[in-house]
């Protein structure tokens, strides 16, 4: 078998020598590596369909043990691994739809920098190691018997993968402009209303807000052990930065139109959101806004509910607005539905875990192009908000009164939230 791979591998060094001169030096060495990659594969796909389940297990133990084969009789006797998928069975068994449509992306995005740890592994079958990785709660090891991968590999190639989705960010999580804005606004108004009165409230562009996902805290930054933390007990008396704070806006599809990740300790709250909106008045289509819960900053672009005491008006106007934040926790619970790592992120390292956070929300919009939604169940969760003094905008407060007394004009003074 050795002397066909390097036959192989002198053949293609020829044909690159004849074929791809006059390509970049950047494009040869990424399609020399997509050619080797190949032959690579082809060599061990040649071996998963000769040699039988508990020889090739035998042989993985034997390289990452060097351990004896006869050292190995008691082992492969008592856990033999037939159940175990090739990388090309578990490819067919997975959505290949969404797997294909990864791959693409990839190879059609501007980034030629070649994926660390692939030199046993395809393009496809990467994704769809990364894919396992990021939607179900597995250990390397238990990937690593999947894929027939050793684990120090497994782990740099997706940390790869995710560096690569990620440059995919400007293209996928785009803030909407011209014609695809003013097709994106709905009605803040949830009830059926006469169209002269309701072209005179705004129309909504996104629901803005939050949520917060649990990691490892390096070393050296918290006194308890280095354990899996029960949420409970996180929320109570975990470190700030045992939390990434994922900000972002979506659209009325649950799509991420804009995305932040932070630290815990730095929750930003929308404040640069809204000094970019003043900045930049042309994002915002004409009579649109934001809609946010309490605690962001009550602008003439981001409309939040009243506090305190409140009369019909003021209900009427909350009761809107809190069946939009719906759409908000529903993406919320999508998102982590579908990426079930995101529950815990067992990851020491900020800028890796924000990697991996903002490759599900990337990869989240890329699922809901494919028309491929998984609903999650909208689980109630603690407060976390922080109810900040804010300087009152007097633009945001007079927008915000004349809204809800539009809304309570159009259903009669008579009707309360209750009667809706």
Same mark, same amino acid.
Request: hydrophobic share 35%.
């Given at each position: ?111 030629r920098a070649r994926m660390a740890g692939r030199a046993r592994l395809s393009l496809s ?88 996902i649990p990691i490892r805290l390096p070393i050296g930054k918290h006194d308890v052990e ?18 990434? +704070? ?19 300790? +730095?929750?930003?709250?929308?404040n640069a959101l809204k000094d970019k909106l003043k900045q930049r008045p042309d994002l ?80 989240? +919009? ?55």
């Open positions: 078998m050795e002397e066909y791979v390097l036959s192989a591998g002198r053949a293609v060094l020829d044909m690159v020598e004849r074929e791809w001169q006059p390509l970049s030096p950047g494009e040869l060495e990424q399609r020399l590596d997509q050619a080797v990659e190949g032959v690579l594969e082809a060599e061990m796909m040649a071996t998963l369909k000769t040699q039988p389940p508990t020889a090739l297990y035998v042989h993985s133990l034997q390289s990452q043990t060097n351990m004896q084969p006869e050292d190995l009789q008691t082992t492969t006797s008592c856990s033999s691994p037939a159940e175990e998928e090739s990388p090309e069975e578990a490819l067919e068994a997975s959505d290949g739809a969404a797997v294909q449509y990864i791959t693409d992306l990839l190879q059609s995005s501007k980034s079958n990467t994704v769809q190691l990364s894919l396992t990785l990021l939607s179900e709660r597995v250990s390397y090891r238990s990937v690593s018997r999947r894929f027939h991968l050793e684990k120090g590999n497994i782990h740099r190639t997706f940390f790869s993968f995710c560096e690569r989705i990620n440059t995919l960010e400007e293209r996928q999580i785009r803030w909407p402009v011209g014609i695809e804005a003013v097709e994106a606004l709905f009605p803040l108004c949830i009830q059926e209303i006469e169209q002269e009165q309701q072209q005179s409230l705004p129309q909504v562009l996104g629901v803005l807000g939050h949520t917060r280095s354990t899996m933390p029960e949420v409970k007990r996180m929320k109570e008396e975990a470190h700030p930065d045992s939390w990434l +704070n994922l900000q972002f806006v979506c659209d009325r599809k649950g799509r991420f139109l804009h995305c932040t990740i932070t630290k815990g300790s +730095n929750m930003d709250m929308g915002m289509p004409p009579g649109s806004c934001l809609l946010a819960r309490a605690g962001y900053p009550l602008t003439a672009q981001i409309l939040t509910p009243y506090l305190g005491n409140q009369g019909p008006r003021e209900e009427l106007f909350d009761k809107n607005l809190e069946e939009h934040f719906h759409i908000l926790d529903q993406a919320v619970a999508n998102l982590k539905a579908r990426f079930q790592r995101l529950k815990y992120l067992d990851i020491g390292n900020y800028d890796r875990a924000r990697a991996v956070v903002l490759t599900a929300c990337v990869l989240h +919009n890329v699922f809901l192009d494919m028309g491929q939604v998984i609903q999650g169940d909208v689980e109630k969760e603690e407060d976390t908000t922080p109810h900040e003094d804010w300087e009152v905008d007097e633009e945001g407060a007079q927008r915000r009164d004349t809204i809800s007394d539009l809304l309570f004009k159009s259903f009669g003074s008579v009707n309360t939230c209750d009667d809706i």
